[in-house]
């Protein structure tokens, strides 16, 4: 058997190949990619369960499309692998040597098989829209196929999509992979509407698809090969918006990933490895000081409701607490504009939510944090979570919540530096009712130590935390540290820095930079983002006409992609020593 | 019959007097309203047929439910002047003195019957789900009713919306308001569905509200007010979600505003009264020179697309311009971020998508325009249009584009200051294959009347229009004419100040700063826009290690709400007379 299956992915280079087998053979295949798969994302860790559910998908995709002539849009594209092996890339799946040759999602400069760098949700029925239009304009013939997962289909963008598609009037295939799981449990009507499609076998009274215009297609095993070629092979070269409905298992050919969907979705390496060892005792972190402030909260009685889109895992919101906050709990499914609308009204009608954000999502809800919220003054608590420099994917960044907050009118941003001002800021937050406030929630846990009994209603008052002279160093929330450091080391060379921790991210701290004129001659700023709109700035204004010098330390405006940290904090001089460095040529 | 009529409204001074109305007396009262919108909105401008629309569903629904126990969130809210009239606020429109004591929108500092301040679309939803869940927590027992557009369902957040709220639990009552018509004609398949919904009397093979979850309701007359008081009596303290379709007419009881919707959409002082004059021939402008630049284009044979998001007549694409474009014009409705999908897409199958966006509602891409777009150079150009101070509502402020558009890596966002420059770029942007490129069209013309050939695609060169020294004058976009009035101010005082159009927003020409360096002591910016995290901050920055003295001009990052021009410009130093003053401190 081991042969056998060896024998068929060894003659697979391209999607050409993958014509030339049996049907037998397809199902080789995809138990070898399967293998592989586990193999590789155990090792390196990565997406799980959409790439096991997707193979015989992608399988029967390949098998009936002719990429890169038709072309594939994969949503979010972190169910890519399964793709990736058959279009070329298979020596970063097989050979341990190259596992990090490749990106987790679907990356142009790789192949091209890809269209579109994609790592947010929602996208692609808009950019499979856009390919057929521009085919369409052009005088093209190719199939165009967008493949979404039913989480991803309550996105705005999604159902901005699906509306638009259903009227394009020329070929479009929308795949909905519906494997019943968003990232977490799946939300809201859509997802009770697919349970019915699937209930029903495709068949049902009112029909979401077909209502928007869609001619639709259900399949009740999408991993079942020869239906999903039967019924491929009957859209194709379609003159009108069809989409299919695939009935997939995510986590497919293991078993604990199919049984516990969430934990499976994405694994840290050697997840696999250690199923049966008890979960180590977790320590005190941000996220379970923020879990046990709202169950207390809760507890007491109050209307405070923990909110998020989809995301619970990013704050470690597990379905044990889940469970406990009952309905102090939501999860909006991926619909980030609604769920920061859906704090206002809340907040509005007296109740307190906590809403939950990944740093790199945020960017999801502009319209929402300017419009819903801030205009209105809306007294929610958003926690921005991961905000700083990285070595995530391009696709993921999380360098420009500074920029794309603070200049925002009316929310309060604050950054605390340890978990002293965290828990006050949180507390404060919550109990106020005059603003809209967001809190970057530092990632590593600190403490100072001290209790902290701040009133953050006094808005935008800096705390001088070491008065020195010559140079003011103005370090920000997770960079605080950084500060502290720097300070320690400028001693050396004699130079006893003022050491200012400004929490507030929004406004600056006008008498105390005034102040520092008498005996500075430098400020230097460090925030953890993109300097470019951020925080610094607002400090280089403030002193454009005087003598002060002036120096912003953070990354610069640009998308890396998995760069080592330690390569961008050299390229952005944020290493201590070149901080050190970069100030002693001024003084 | 006037007397009847005049003495119906003489008695509603809150909601609870229409509730002691017969039903005939209802009626009168439409009709008065009717009247009085009519003439205050052809006196001030403001939106027409929106209004005229819902006068009959907006008594009924006053009628019925229990304002501001109850509580209406009206999406957009340009369609909330009846229930102004009704909430005790009817002096606005029947005094002319008191005309512009109201804003247009909701506007909770006006009347506890108001929930929110409101201007862009699809938001509805959302916030009534919020204050329903608020409701739920701190066990309120009131109605919450969202009343929302036909063209407001196509948007993002209120798709959103729509799939959490019908798995609410617990009551919430949407109003679909469906007068078949966007601000321009309605898009896609809800649009469709809504027809079918429309000719079907409400019953259809496949209900989209009742494959999301919704108990439906439709109502064919949505100007009969017993029809709308029973079904409005039926669902009101409903325990679950409800949506209740009417059927109305934009525009009623205006014909010509029935025969032509789109410009009576919102109309201008006097419109009613010119009617039948000829329109005056239009003069040039950056609408007029974009239109022709796209018509030769497409006559041509290049594959250049026109794209926008319902707001045609922002750019005055007018219904001759669009049939002319033929398949080559996309309105994709409210819907704003798969506008920006689908340009990235067309732009990577080889099309040449131009996609206008007024600044106000840029915001609603941010992710897109990240995601999309920038992160994978997609070539689409974006025009945004009236960026810019103004006296608007705090709703549709222009204001925020640059911060928001020029931190995002990779997009180039340019700013010409005359017709010559504009199309250069415009013709640039549209034949290069390399980067996305967005313009901020100034809204008055100007011509420099020498042609530009500057080749774009050198990015961040800024332009030295005149060398002087110690001054140098950055006046950017659409201030470039203030910074040359500027110049000539200080020659008066013996200044001989450098001019600099800087042409690019998204970069900095390090090389043309650095050299002056050499004979300048202050530079100053000028943009046309908020300051934080805008253009301006980065040359700042620029010279924070410098001995030269930088100040930024341009608007506090504050949401100002119809406040006049004149005071904006007074309060943020940006008259030439205050920026004068302000340099002379500093020189």
Known sequence: MTETITRVIDRINSPEDLKKLEIKELYYLSDEMRKLIIKKVNTTGGHFGPNLGIIEATVAMHYVFNSPVDKFVFDVSHQCYPHKIITGRKEGFMNPDYYSKYTGYTAPEETEHDM????????????????AKGRDLVGGKENIIA???????????????????????????????????????????????????????????????????????????????????????????????????????????????????????????????????????????????????????VNAGEPVVAMNAATPGVFAWN?????????????????????????????????????????????????????????????????????????????????????????????????PTCKEEYVRMLDWSVNQKEHSVAIRVPFEISYSGEEDNTDYSILNKFKLVEQGEKVAIIALGSFFNKGKEVKEMLKESGINATLINPRFITGIDKDMLEKLKTNHSLVITLEDGEINGGFGEKITRFYGDSEMKVLNFGSKKEFTDRTPIEELYKRYHLTNELIVEDIKKLI
């Open 116 to 131: 579109f760098k994609v790592g947010h949700t929602s996208t692609s029925i808009s950019l499979a829209t856009g390919l």
């Open 319 to 415: 379905k044990e607490f889940r469970d406990k906050l009952g309905s102090h709990y939501v999860d909006v499914g991926i619909a980030e504009q609604h769920a920061v609308g859906m704090a206002s009204g809340i907040a509005k009608r007296g109740g307190k939510p906590i809403l939950g954000l990944m740093s790199s999502f945020v960017q999801r809800t502009y319209d929402q944090l300017s419009q819903d919220l801030a205009l209105n003054n809306s007294p929610a608590t958003l926690l921005i979570f991961w905000g700083g420099i990285s070595n995530a994917d391009a696709t993921h960044l999380c360098t420009f919540d500074i920029p794309l907050i603070s200049n925002i009118p009316n929310i309060i941003y604050l950054a």
């Open 147 to 297: 493949i979404i997962g039913d989480g991803s289909l309550t996105g705005g963008e999604a159902l901005e999509g699906l509306n638009n598609a259903a009227t394009l009037g020329s070929n479009i295939i929308i795949i909905v992979n519906d494997n019943d799981m968003s990232i977490a449990e799946n939300q809201g009507g859509i997802c009770n509407l697919l349970t019915e499609l699937r209930e029903n076998n495709g068949d049902v009274e009112n029909n979401f698809f077909k209502a928007l215009g869609f001619e639709y297609y259900y399949v009740a095993d999408g991993h079942n090969i020869e239906d999903m070629i039967e019924v491929f092979s009957k859209v194709k070269d379609t003159d009108h918006p069809v989409l299919v409905h695939l009935h997939t298992i995510k986590g497919k050919g293991f078993e604990p990933a199919v049984l516990n969907k969430e934990p499976f979705h994405w694994i840290l390496p050697n997840t696999l490895d250690k199923l049966n060892q008890p979960a180590s005792p977790q320590e005190e972190s941000y996220e379970s000081i923020t879990k046990d402030y709202i169950l207390e909260k």
